[in-house]
Every structure is written in structure tokens, then in C-alpha cells.
């Protein structure tokens, strides 16, 4: 890992600390008596708070899981070189299509 | 007591990559070290036994096995303190390195790495007008005297599980020794060190299993050296310092 891949996984975990922390205490404090898809939506449409969040954990998941994940490989595999970087640079897009989409949909 | 009547029994790695265990009985001595065991089925039962020794006080890091699953420096450690079973001893050689025959491993790779790691002291272009001034308590010096004493045993390097994954991770005894100059004010090379040793197969590899700490006979923690060194690599890439 070079690093400046270094340095994005660290600065990417500092941020998803944060995130995974204030994700699971508003679920917790949300849920209580149970919630509906309905009530959910109503509290997200229109809320940009909500939605700078959730794009900022999504770009940190986005930067964080494809070097994790690339480590793994390089440790449990022969995959070396560009194909492996090309490949996870990819992972990492699709992370983010996906995750924006997903705060995207509930935004608007 | 110089020799009990119970016989140790003792398996020794025959062979190179291929091989097999060949067992051997040998007399209980009291203070016997493992060495001591080696060195009497050498000469007394098998003269085609292949290891390596020197100095059999600790201070070569020549005679360095694998004594019962862990790396050990055989002629530091006692017999009575490894016996399995009651009277069972089992000798591999050194782990990730390759076996040239026996108990003896080619060691070429492992100090090939701390050139790799440029753990070399760098005096720099121009040689220094004067001696340099280091304060034994200065936190450099401090740090320098922490990982300094290591004789290149290879007792980390066989412990380490990153090694045994990544054939070119640089291990935890070049890394320690990087992080020594890293921290010697008089050395010109940092920043070509910091380079070399923050590659792929460098410090950021290490997964703090702590094996190397673990195993180190002479106490190193090369896991904090190469903490230190993360950390190092760090601010240079972050801010640019080194």
C-alpha cells in the first residue's frame, strides 16, 4: 500500500467512525415504537442535513472498503499490478453509484 | 545429576522443502540447552545432521530454530523448559526462509531485506564537521536504544504471519533497524529510507499481530518500531514532513 492509499484509509476510517457511530445511535432513537418505510421517507425527503451525511459516509465507505479490500487480495492472492487497481478503482465507483443513488432516492 | 535415566526423545527435521521428521533418543542432562541436544546427536548419532551455530552464548543469533512450534534461540533455551509430553522435543528450522538442508535455512532473503530497507547508516554526502551532540534522554535517542540490540537472529522474520503471506514484505527486523536510523541524528538517508520502506511490501503491510515482539529474545518490540514508522510515513505523505 503506498501512501497516499495510507493516508486515504486512515482519513476514510476517522470519518466512518463518526458515521457509523451517529448511523446507529439515530436508528436506535428513531426506532423506539417501530417505523414504517412511510415515516422514514417523510423524516428524509427535503432533509439536506440527512443527505450531506449520508453522501459523506458513502464517498468514506466509497474511499475505505476497495483499499481494505485491495490489501486482502494482495495478501490472500497472486493478484498483483494495474488489473487489481483497475479493478478495485471500479468496486470503489460502483460503492459510490450505488450509496448516492440509494441517499439520493430518500432525498428526493 | 548429570544424566538421567529417562531418554529424551527429540524429532528433527530431515531433508530441505521435502523431508520428514527422524527421530533420536538422546540422554536427559541436567542445564541442558537445546543446542546441547543438537550438538550430541551430531556427534554421537548422526554426523549428516545439518545446523548452524557459533557462539552458543546468545550473542551470534546463528543457532535460531523452530523448538516445539516457536522460533527460540536453541542455545538460550533450556530443555526443561520446552519439554512436551515429558520428554519430547520437536526441531523444524526457521520458518519462511528456504531450508538448505535440515536445521539450516538460506538466509540470503532476510538480509537482503534490510538492505532493501536502506538499514544502513547514511553519513550523507559531506561528512560531519564534528561530532554529533545526542543526550541519552533525548526522545530520539531513546527510541534508537530501544530497538538497537537486535543480531539479526531471524526469529521475528520466521514468527511473522505477514511474511509468510507476502514473500516480499520487508519483516520486522529490517523494518526495527530502518526505524533505529530513522531516529540517528547524524544519518543523511531518510528520505530515501521513508521511500523504501513505505512500498507495498513495506511498514503499512504489518498487521500488528505482535508475533515478532512476542518471540524477540532480546525484548525488542520491532511491532512498535514499525508503528513508529507508520506514523513516520504518515505525516510525510499527509503533510510532506519527514
Given at each position: 500500500?503506498?501512501?497516499?492509499?495510507?493516508?486515504?484509509?486512515?482519513?476514510?476510517?476517522?470519518?466512518?467512525?463518526?458515521?457509523?457511530?451517529?448511523?446507529?445511535?439515530?436508528?436506535?432513537?428513531?426506532?423506539?415504537?417501530?417505523?414504517?418505510?412511510?415515516?422514514?421517507?417523510?423524516?428524509?425527503?427535503?432533509?439536506?442535513?440527512?443527505?450531506?451525511?449520508?453522501?459523506?459516509?458513502?464517498?468514506?465507505?466509497?474511499?475505505?472498503?476497495?483499499?481494505?479490500?485491495?490489501?486482502v487480495l494482495r495478501e490472500w492472492t497472486p493478484w498483483r499490478?494495474?488489473?487489481l487497481?483497475?479493478?478495485?478503482?471500479?468496486?470503489?465507483?460502483?460503492?459510490?453509484?450505488?450509496?448516492?443513488?440509494?441517499?439520493?432516492?430518500?432525498?428526493? | 545429576?548429570?544424566?538421567?535415566?529417562?531418554?529424551?526423545?527429540?524429532?528433527?527435521?530431515?531433508?530441505?522443502?521435502?523431508?520428514?521428521?527422524?527421530?533420536?533418543?538422546?540422554?536427559?542432562?541436567?542445564?541442558?540447552?537445546?543446542?546441547?541436544?543438537?550438538?550430541?546427536?551430531?556427534?554421537?548419532?548422526?554426523?549428516?545432521?545439518?545446523?548452524?551455530?557459533?557462539?552458543?552464548?546468545?550473542?551470534?543469533?546463528?543457532?535460531?530454530?523452530?523448538?516445539?512450534?516457536?522460533?527460540?534461540?536453541?542455545?538460550?533455551?533450556?530443555?526443561?523448559?520446552?519439554?512436551?509430553?515429558?520428554?519430547?522435543?520437536?526441531?523444524?528450522?526457521?520458518?519462511?526462509?528456504?531450508?538448505?538442508?535440515?536445521?539450516?535455512?538460506?538466509?540470503?532473503?532476510?538480509?537482503?531485506?534490510?538492505?532493501?530497507?536502506?538499514?544502513?547508516?547514511?553519513?550523507?554526502?559531506?561528512?560531519?564537521?564534528?561530532?554529533?551532540?545526542?543526550?541519552?534522554?533525548?526522545?530520539?535517542?531513546?527510541?534508537?536504544?530501544?530497538?538497537?540490540?537486535?543480531?539479526?537472529?531471524?526469529?521475528?522474520?520466521?514468527?511473522?504471519?505477514?511474511?509468510?503471506w507476502?514473500?516480499?514484505?520487508?519483516?520486522?527486523?529490517?523494518?526495527?533497524?530502518?526505524?533505529?536510523?530513522?531516529?540517528?541524528?547524524?544519518?543523511?538517508?531518510?528520505?530515501?529510507?521513508?521511500?523504501?520502506?513505505?512500498?507495498?511490501?513495506?511498514?503499512?503491510?504489518?498487521?500488528?499481530?505482535?508475533?515478532?515482539?512476542?518471540?524477540?529474545?532480546?525484548?525488542?518490540?520491532?511491532?512498535?518500531?514499525?508503528?513508529?514508522?507508520?506514523?513516520?510515513?504518515?505525516?510525510?505523505?499527509?503533510?510532506?514532513?519527514?
Amino acid at each position: 500500500m503506498n501512501p497516499k492509499l495510507f493516508v486515504a484509509q486512515r482519513l476514510s476510517a476517522f470519518v466512518l467512525a463518526a458515521a457509523v457511530a451517529v448511523h446507529l445511535a439515530t436508528i436506535l432513537y428513531a426506532v423506539r415504537g417501530g417505523l414504517s418505510a412511510g415515516e422514514i421517507l417523510a423524516r428524509t425527503h427535503g432533509n439536506l442535513a440527512f443527505a450531506l451525511f449520508y453522501a459523506a459516509f458513502v464517498i468514506a465507505v466509497a474511499v475505505h472498503a476497495p483499499i481494505g479490500l485491495r490489501n486482502v487480495l494482495r495478501e490472500w492472492t497472486p493478484w498483483r499490478g494495474r488489473s487489481l487497481d483497475i479493478a478495485l478503482a471500479l468496486f470503489s465507483l460502483l460503492l459510490l453509484a450505488l450509496g448516492l443513488r440509494a441517499v439520493y432516492a430518500v432525498y428526493v | 545429576m548429570t544424566q538421567s535415566a529417562s531418554a529424551l526423545e527429540i524429532e528433527v527435521w530431515r531433508g530441505a522443502e521435502e523431508g520428514s521428521f527422524q527421530t533420536f533418543k538422546t540422554p536427559r542432562r541436567e542445564h541442558q540447552t537445546v543446542l546441547d541436544v543438537v550438538t550430541e546427536i551430531q556427534r554421537e548419532q548422526d554426523p549428516t545432521l545439518s545446523y548452524r551455530f557459533a557462539c552458543r552464548v546468545g550473542i551470534c543469533g546463528s543457532c535460531a530454530m523452530v523448538v516445539n512450534g516457536r522460533p527460540r534461540w536453541t542455545c538460550r533455551t533450556r530443555v526443561s523448559e520446552v519439554l512436551e509430553n515429558g520428554n519430547h522435543i520437536r526441531l523444524e528450522p526457521l520458518r519462511n526462509l528456504p531450508i538448505v538442508k535440515d536445521l539450516t535455512v538460506e538466509m540470503t532473503a532476510f538480509f537482503d531485506k534490510w538492505k532493501n530497507a536502506r538499514g544502513y547508516f547514511e553519513p550523507g554526502e559531506k561528512p560531519a564537521g564534528d561530532f554529533a551532540v545526542v543526550k541519552p534522554d533525548s526522545k530520539k535517542r531513546r527510541a534508537v536504544d530501544e530497538s538497537i540490540e537486535c543480531i539479526g537472529c531471524g526469529v521475528c522474520y520466521s514468527a511473522c504471519d505477514v511474511v509468510e503471506w507476502d514473500k516480499d514484505y520487508l519483516g520486522p527486523a529490517a523494518l526495527n533497524r530502518a526505524w533505529t536510523l530513522v531516529n540517528d541524528v547524524r544519518d543523511q538517508g531518510n528520505a530515501a529510507r521513508l521511500d523504501a520502506i513505505s512500498k507495498s511490501e513495506g511498514c503499512q503491510a504489518c498487521h500488528t499481530h505482535m508475533n515478532c515482539t512476542q518471540f524477540c529474545p532480546k525484548g525488542i518490540a520491532p511491532t512498535y518500531s514499525i508503528a513508529g514508522l507508520k506514523r513516520k510515513v504518515w505525516w510525510r505523505a499527509f503533510w510532506g514532513i519527514s
